[in-house]
C-alpha cells in the first residue's frame, strides 16, 4: 500500500522556467514531509522539509508547499538549471518511518 | 568526512558466498536503515535500528541479517543471495522521530 505517491515519472523543463514536482499522500498522521534529490547509482541527498503545521518553506530557488486539507506536496525550484536535472522523491514521516514516494524525473532542457 | 559513509561502494558477490554491508554516520544521531532500492521500484525500508534496537523488520527475507552494534554502526550480513538481490542498497540516519533521513551512498550490489 502505497502511502506517498508521485503520480508523473517524468518531467521535462525549459532552464530558466520554473520546476513543479507534485506529491500526494494518504496518512493523516504524517508529521513531516521531505523532498530528496538523487542522481544515478548514488545516494539520496536531504533538499528541504515542512512541517505539517506550516504550509509553506523557502530556501532558496526550492519552495515547498503543503496543502493538508488535500493530502499533497508540491516542490517549485525556480529558475530551474540544467544541474537539477535529477530524480526527485518525496518522504512523509511518522513517529521514526520514512514513506518515499516513487519519484520523478527530473530534465532542465539548457 | 561525510555525514553517512557506506563500504564498500561496489561489491559483485556469487549466490554462496557471505559478505557484509557497512554503514558509519557521524551526525550524532540515534536511529539507522537499511534501504533498498531496485530498479524502477520504489525505496524499500529492510530495517530500522532505534538506540541500537531494532524495531522494523519488513518481512525480509533470513539471508539478510543486520546488526547494530552501537548508534553508529550498521551492518548488513550477507549470504546465499539470490540475483534478483541485486540492487543498490542505501543506509540512512535521523534522530528518531526529528528532522529528515541523511542517507550514505549506497553499495550497489550484484549477485552472480
Known amino acids: 500500500d502505497q502511502q506517498v505517491k508521485q503520480n508523473s515519472p517524468s518531467l521535462s523543463v525549459q532552464e530558466g522556467r520554473i520546476s513543479i514536482l507534485n506529491c500526494d499522500y494518504t496518512n493523516s498522521m504524517f508529521d513531516y514531509f521531505l523532498w530528496y534529490k538523487k542522481y544515478p547509482a548514488e545516494g539520496p541527498t536531504f533538499l528541504i522539509s515542512?512541517?505539517?503545521?506550516?504550509d509553506k518553506n523557502e530556501d532558496g530557488r526550492f519552495t515547498v508547499f503543503l496543502n493538508k486539507s488535500a493530502k499533497h506536496l508540491s516542490l517549485h525550484i525556480v529558475p530551474s538549471q540544467p544541474g537539477d536535472s535529477a530524480v526527485y522523491f518525496c518522504a512523509a514521516l511518522t513517529g521514526n518511518q520514512f514513506y518515499f514516494g516513487t519519484g520523478t524525473s527530473l530534465t532542465v532542457i539548457p | 568526512e561525510t555525514g553517512v559513509t557506506q563500504t564498500p561502494r561496489h561489491l559483485v558477490m556469487g549466490m554462496t558466498n557471505k559478505k557484509s554491508l557497512k554503514c558509519e554516520q557521524h551526525l550524532g544521531h540515534n536511529a539507522m536503515y537499511w534501504y533498498k532500492q531496485s530498479a524502477k521500484k520504489p525505496l524499500e525500508l529492510m530495517f530500522v535500528?532505534?538506540?541500537?534496537?531494532?524495531?522494523e523488520n519488513n518481512s525480509v527475507p533470513s539471508r539478510f541479517s543486520p546488526e547494530c552494534p552501537n548508534s553508529s554502526h550498521l551492518f548488513l550480513h550477507l549470504h546465499t543471495l539470490q540475483p534478483e538481490d541485486s540492487a543498490l542498497y542505501l543506509c540512512?540516519?535521523?534522530?528518531?522521530?526529528?528532522?529528515?533521513?541523511?542517507f550514505g551512498q549506497g553499495t550497489r550490489l550484484t549477485v552472480v
Open positions: 515542512i512541517s505539517s503545521i506550516k
Open positions: 535500528y532505534n538506540f541500537k534496537e531494532q524495531t
Open positions: 540512512a540516519s535521523s534522530q528518531y522521530g526529528q528532522g529528515a533521513a541523511f
